[in-house]
């Protein structure tokens, strides 16, 4: 990323305002990734996994890998949009939007089920999304209308139109068996909706409507670019740039599933 020159300056000592330059989709993508990597060394380092943040909900290393993303996206001039830090106005009309760590509590116990999140957000909506299985190395990655890939290679969602034959993967706790074949409760939204743009699961599902931006943003560009289609429980726009805000959003390989999932979840409005 020539522009920048961030491959050859560290993340803790980004370069001042005046550098800010335009952005291209490759640009971000490098920009992304290196924040990425810069997590997973965070992480590596990190002793005490089970030491809490400021928030009962939050674990100290969710506070030191934000630090090393909020540091790699800086010369971009890039507002950012965390859960762990919240809104900060940038120099630009594009935001960040950052999960340093999704899935912490997997994290905190050893669950190999947990990623870094990032999102470019702009006028249009989400212009690329990365997702790291910080776990695995599992790389999952979206440009606005050049696919989705999975380390490089293109992934397309499954074609399974009926829920009864499908795998559903749930955030929460389902109100019994609900039509599906099998579900699964991973812990880890981004890479649950990566899974289903990868064709592993079928469908997601937040039943408990509980998401910040920051948990699908990225993944919500990678499952679209694949194939999938989205809807939210409740009728609520999905992309939005209020922090306070939480969502139920609904990923399906095929606008016949999501349907039948929307039938499922909404079983006393009937609303598809």
């Known amino acids: 990323m020539t522009a920048f020159h961030i491959g050859a300056t560290p993340v803790s000592a980004p370069r ?7 952005v291209t989709d490759n640009d971000w993508l490098e920009v992304l990734g290196m924040a990425a990597t810069a997590v997973k060394a965070e992480l590596d380092a990190f002793d005490d996994k089970l030491a809490m943040g400021e928030r009962p909900d939050q674990y100290a ?20 949009f965390s859960e762990e830090s919240g809104v900060k106005p940038g120099q630009t009309s594009e935001i960040v939007v950052i999960d340093p760590v999704d899935g912490s509590t997997n994290a905190s116990r050893g669950i190999p089920h947990f ?3 990032l999102a470019v957000l702009d006028d249009d909506g989400v212009r690329v999304g990365l997702v790291v299985n910080q776990a695995t190395g599992e790389t999952f990655s979206a440009v606005r209308g050049r696919g989705a890939h999975l380390d490089g290679e293109p992934i397309q969602a499954s074609a399974r139109e009926q829920l009864s ?3 559903i993967a749930i ?7 609900l039509g599906w074949a099998q579900y699964r409760s991973f812990g880890a939204a981004a ?9 592993r699961v079928d469908g997601f599902v937040d039943s408990v409507s509980q998401l910040g931006l920051w ?5 919500h560009l990678i499952a ?32 016949a599933l999501l349907d039948d999932l929307l039938a499922a979840f909404r079983p006393s409005t009937g609303t598809t």
């Open 115 to 117: 990623n870094t999140s």
């Open 191 to 199: 890479l649950d909706i990566a899974y289903v743009a990868a064709g």
């Open 165 to 167: 034959s499908s795998i």
């Open 171 to 177: 955030n929460g706790v389902p109100d019994g068996h």
């Open 224 to 255: 679209l670019e694949a194939g999938a289609v989205v809807a939210e429980l409740d009728g609520h726009e999905i992309l939005h740039r209020d922090h306070a805000a939480r969502r139920g959003v609904v990923y399906a390989s095929t606008p």
């Open 61 to 80: 290393f969710d506070l030191a890998a934000d630090a090393v993303v909020l540091a790699a996206v800086a010369p971009t001039g890039a507002g950012t």
């Open 215 to 219: 948990d699908y943003a990225a993944a």
């Open 16 to 22: 001042p305002a005046c550098s800010v330059q335009r």
